[in-house]
């Protein structure tokens, strides 16, 4: 039983927990057990919650008592450990952040556990959770649960992993050019940045460029992160960029497939080239809509395959990021790791550079404007390539030699416009790593993105797969 239940989604536990054909301490056992036989190879968790086992006994006698639970009742989580979680270790992936216990949950956290969910641990981030590879100084390397010598990713690659690996049914992490959608991709789950705003960034660090930054849900199903969505979404009175109440939603909702008009790009799609492989997977996802009745063609859209969207973001957050950098890391240097290192050892951005960039945002958000005008959502890569081996190292993709950094191309774009976008399974490399694809929407159409993904996993080739390990 304990490997049907740690493969099994969070709406499937809440419902077998809810009919009392599961208990919450069963539930919680088999996860524990799952980390402790296969963490010290993947090492994505990093701190474990005490008092997990006692709620899931409290949870169990909720049930028993006949009291109202939550839609989440008993369902473990694990959250990004750059997300505050009250009483519960937040290093942020630092050793100038070791032994750091918050007051107070991050504003989502406390709304997942206001939904009956039990924090079971926390995962490892890179440094200041500023980077595509999840390593640190503190609690070290992530490896990919489908190969471990592959990355998972990052910045929420200890997060993707640990679900990848069934030590989490669902999770909390964070974006702001790839770190929630990309690690998703690499280890084959499914992550949802919502349209910027939904999600309160209070309890999240680095807060700055907060206009970038995302948080979101991260999960096996596609029903897993649009419950959690429905759970975290909202203002809270904290984040002064949290905005619009949940039910002001301009997506199609439950319009019927035959009514949603999916254009599709693989290549040329964006700046940079994309591995052959992740153009057929996407392909392949196109034409799985259009049999699952949807209105689906192949599209262009110039401004994209023109703009380095990653030249454009590090012009813009490196000089808001790079001043919080300072102060916390005085005194501190010889702790630093690599890519906060970078940051500080960057000059400003000339001002010229910086107006080009804010002006590089505004064309492509009228770009997009003009697009969904005539489609509902957008499908695409997640990452131009699947996961790469640890190092950051150039690559040669389709025989051109590109940065690592390439990774971020078909993500930067709708981090830097804030639509929501998500990133879940549908292929496999030739070596047998997951291969992603990425469906966007309009902003605050955020149920047309899950609503394309949801018809999607339907029909997945791949769906139900798990590592290995």
């Known amino acids: 039983m304990t490997d049907n239940i740690i493969q099994m989604d969070a709406?499937?536990?809440?419902?077998?927990v809810a009919d009392r054909e599961l208990s919450p301490v069963e539930v919680m056992k088999a996860h524990l057990d799952r980390i402790a036989e296969v963490n010290p190879k993947v090492n994505a968790i990093v701190t474990m919650a005490d008092g997990a086992l006692d709620a899931a006994k409290k949870a169990e006698a909720a049930v028993k008592s006949d009291a109202?639970?939550?839609?989440?009742?008993?369902?473990?989580?694990?959250?990004?450990?750059?997300?505050?979680?009250?009483?519960?270790l937040t290093q942020r992936g630092s050793p100038i952040f070791k032994g750091r216990v918050p007051d107070t949950d991050a504003t989502v956290v406390a709304r997942l556990k206001a939904a009956g969910a039990i924090l079971i641990a926390k995962t490892n981030p890179p440094e200041f959770s500023y980077s595509i590879e999840t390593d640190n100084f503190l609690t070290g390397r992530t490896n990919n649960p489908w190969n471990l010598d592959y990355t998972p990713g990052g910045s929420s690659g200890g997060e993707s992993?640990?679900?990848?690996?069934?030590?989490?049914?669902?999770?909390?992490?964070?974006?702001?050019?790839?770190?929630?959608?990309?690690?998703a991709a690499h280890t084959g789950i499914v992550g949802f940045k919502a349209t910027h705003g939904r999600m309160p960034m209070t309890g999240h660090w680095p807060r700055v460029p907060r206009r970038f930054w995302h948080i979101g849900p991260m999960a096996r199903s596609v029903r897993d992160v649009a419950l959690a969505y429905s759970l975290m979404a909202g203002p809270d009175g904290a984040d002064g960029f949290s905005i619009s109440p949940l039910g002001f939603d301009t997506g199609v909702g439950t319009t019927s497939p035959h009514q949603v008009r999916v254009g599709w790009l693989a290549s040329p799609g964006f700046f940079g080239p994309t591995d052959p492989e992740v153009i057929a997977t996407v392909k392949a996802a196109a034409h799985a809509l259009n049999n699952a009745g949807c209105q689906v063609e192949e599209v262009r859209l110039p401004v994209l395959e023109q703009t380095d969207a990653n030249t454009v973001l590090w012009q813009l957050q490196q000089m808001e990021t790079r001043p919080e950098f300072e102060k916390v890391t005085a005194g501190h240097e010889a702790q630093i790791f690599r890519h906060a290192k970078l940051i500080l050892e960057t000059p400003d951005t000339p001002i010229g550079d910086f107006v080009a960039a804010e002006q590089a945002v505004e064309r492509l958000r009228d770009s997009f404007v003009e697009y969904f005008q005539r489609y509902d959502a957008l499908l695409c890569p997640v990452t131009p390539f699947p996961a790469t081996k640890h190092g950051l190292a150039d690559l040669v993709i389709d025989g051109e030699t590109v940065s690592p950094f390439h990774v971020m191309s078909a993500t930067s774009p709708f981090s830097l416009t804030g639509m929501p976008a998500l990133s879940m399974r549908f292929g496999t490399s030739h070596d047998g790593l997951p291969i992603g694809v990425q469906i966007a929407s309009a902003w605050l159409a955020d149920s047309t993105a899950l609503k394309v993904a949801s018809l999607l996993e339907e029909v997945s080739p791949v769906r139900n797969l798990h590592p290995a390990i």
């Open 11 to 16: 709406s499937r536990i809440a419902e077998l």
């Open 68 to 88: 109202r639970l939550g839609p989440l009742h008993g369902v473990p989580f694990t959250v990004k450990d750059g997300i505050d979680t009250a009483g519960v």
């Open 161 to 183: 992993a640990a679900i990848a690996a069934g030590m989490s049914p669902l999770g909390v992490g964070s974006d702001l050019s790839i770190s929630l959608r990309g690690p």
